[in-house]
């Protein structure tokens, strides 16, 4: 994709413009943290607050501190550094909040809520629930991505979802459970009040200690909750269905409860009833048996409409559904819930009987847009596969025709694909789709030849290319589709949108899997699971590494495709159209010096890797590494993609970033894996105390 030039002179006034319009929306939708830098964007703030995991419910990852600027980019140097290595912490997926003067995080596979000095990065208190055998066996610990927070007559109140699926209150000043909140929990340690056991709620029997039955299946989670209107709203996320061989799972069902109180308030079933509707997508009463569907990614809001915005993951076991044939809903959609009732209101399945482990790994994105010449509550789900389904947010609506498109079909016996797959006619895909000899790596032609006779026993194709098994017709190794499930948008690389204007910035990565399928008797031993008693039977199951898996590896090292391997794509959602597109950092050295490229200008190809990002009023800022390794800050005019500035930073980002404004001065945290670093313009107020 060619970068899109944009004139930065127009693209200001049509800011100016788009900002005036948009200003009495904006107010209502940011925090109460933010008005006054919405009132007077070009003003230095004193306070502006960072409210949610992505910024605000609206999970732009934008700020309007204006305070760092690109002139002074340069001048950033690190403020503290917060060390969780006592918490065990490691993944760096936690993006902090910042309310009401105070840092707010969770740290660790124990998930640790943690309160900071906002200055100093000085721990204030902490929380940690007690031990259960259902927290032991958990997935996932360490992933707990952030908190939630909300007022509760007048005090602040954080909100946890722990990986044993407890949901925690806790008083934001002092980090004890909240009086009044949920009912004692009849285990040893327990607070008697502040905690809500939902398991309660989902349906199932269960034991308070050890869960549910791991035969019946088994739920966790990994994104915080989401308070809206007075209610939490509480998404979960299943064993990673590349390690399943059972068909037997639960539902990955979404539940809410009252912020004050913590009493039940609704649950949706993520796997339609009888007399439910979508109940018909699942054939050969699958509904009764399997799961999954969980919304494991973060979630969105717009409180004013009083809705919730949530993205799925397919049904149990991914790579192969034909135990569940159908379309399967909800499975891989975006789906917007009535906060206050639990009713959906619209929905959009992205993928039909996803086998291609395209679950949606980040949250929705909700910005107003303009379309012929009316304002439009949007939102936009960027996808693995590189497609941008933006819809408006109160109606379902598309912003464009979205196309049914015909798609491969399936030779794995028993299994039955979906004929078409939705396509957005506007935006146009932001990255690799699908691998053709004419989207292989062509520096050189010898390079070309060796990417060919690489895949020779692989079978490629156009996107939704589907899996493939052992001992195939084809006389094919195995499958190898683009984006693989690891490629396009992904976990480690959330979107950010800029209210002002409309543009959503977008980070991939061109990653493709190759992934061959075994007999499910046979995956179950390599396995070793204990979850679900029916494996798929003769039906193949994944199992993509050992005998007959693999990927596919050129002789030079190098990858496969074309470059650019990583990259940033601006889109304007207000036209469709792509604004500009950049790669992410610099060509590794590892690339840059291969002998098989000597003599070839290659140009930049990008990292290769995704790029936590935040947008300001002012810039967006991205994380990404140069050639030798050394990780840095880059600042870029939002307009054009122009690089503006650069730093060189201590340690590399692993998920997001985040920026608050305390008592005048901006900072900007890097969720740099077991530590968490701030940067700001004038260094360390005060050493950090011991944690």
Known sequence: MRKKTVESGSARQSVSNRWRSLRKTLTRALPLGLLVSVATPALAQDTVEWTHLGGNAHHTRYTPATNITPENFGELQEAWVWNGASFDAQSGRSTPSYVNGKLYTVAGPRRHVIAMDPETGETLWSYREPNTFRWEYSMRKDYGKGVAYAEVDGKGVIYIISPAFFL???????????????????????????????????????????????????????????????????????????????????????????????????????????????????????????????????????????????????????????????????????????????????????????VWNYDIPTAPVLLDVQQNGRIIKAVAQPTKQTLLFAFNRETGEPLWPIEERPVPQSVVPGEQLSATQPFPTKPLPYDLQGLSVDTMIDFTPELRQQAIATLADWQIGPLYNPPLHRDNDLGKRGSYWCPGDGGGSNITGPAAGDPETGIIYLTSQSACSANILVPGDEADLRYMTDNGTTTTGRTPARYANGAGGGAPRAPSGLPLMKPPYSRITAIDLNTGEHLWMIPIGETPDRIKNNPALAGVDIGNTGTGAQAPMLVTANMLIYAGDVSDGTPHLFAIDKATGRELARIPVSAGSRYGMMSYVHHGEQYIVLQTGSTLTAMNLHGPKAAVGGH
């Open 168 to 354: 925690t209150a806790l008083d934001a000043d002092t980090g004890a459970p909240l009086p009044g909140f949920g009912k004692p929990v009849p285990i040893d340690g327990f607070a008697q009040t502040g905690v809500v056991d939902m398991l309660e709620d989902l349906g199932h029997p269960y034991d308070p200690y050890y869960g549910i039955d791991k035969e019946v299946g088994y739920l966790t989670s990994s994104s915080p909750p989401i308070v809206v209107n007075g209610v939490v709203v509480v998404g979960n996320s299943a064993e990673q269905g590349y390690n399943q061989s059972r068909i037997e799972n639960v539902p990955g069902d979404i539940l809410a409860y009252d912020a004050k109180t913590g009493d039940f308030k609704w649950k949706f079933n993520v796997i339609p009833r009888p007399g439910e509707f979508g109940h018909d997508t699942w054939e050969s009463d699958a509904w009764q048996y399997t799961g999954d569907v969980s919304p494991w990614a973060p979630l969105s809001a717009d409180p004013e409409l009083g809705l919730v915005y949530i993205a799925t993951n397919p049904p149990t076991i991914d790579y192969y559904g034909g135990f569940s044939p159908g379309d399967g809903l909800f499975g891989t959609s975006l789906i917007a819930i009535d906060v206050a009732t639990g009713e959906r209101k619209w929905h959009f399945q992205l993928v039909h009987h996803d």
